[in-house]
């Protein structure tokens, strides 16, 4: 699965794209490396914090993207496609 940080351009963002493992375990190791979670500004994402809920498949990407949320934090990435398996939530509120 690919995965790109949310906001700022699009075409920024997809200069950032990773392959990642489909599953909320290599979406949170994604998210942990970023610089807040390193420098201690913003915590350790872990499976049961995020939302992943399907939005709608972008042409211009070609992704049937899905936003990743983290409860209390809010939309922080997008993948390009479903979980294979996960603890991650389809639905929920954040």
Do not use: F, Q
Request: hydrophobic share 40%.
């Amino acid at each position: 699965m690919k995965i790109r940080p949310s906001g700022g351009l699009l075409a920024d963002t997809m200069k950032e794209v990773s392959d990642i493992p489909p599953t909320a375990e290599a979406i949170c190791d994604w998210l942990n490396l970023d610089a807040m979670v390193v420098s201690g500004l913003m915590p350790p994402t872990t499976p049961d914090e995020l939302v992943i809920r399907p939005y709608v498949k972008d042409e211009r990407t070609d992704w049937d993207n899905h936003m990743v949320i983290v409860a209390g934090i809010g939309p922080l990435a997008w993948v390009d496609g479903p979980l294979e398996s996960s603890s991650a939530n389809e639905e929920g509120a954040y």
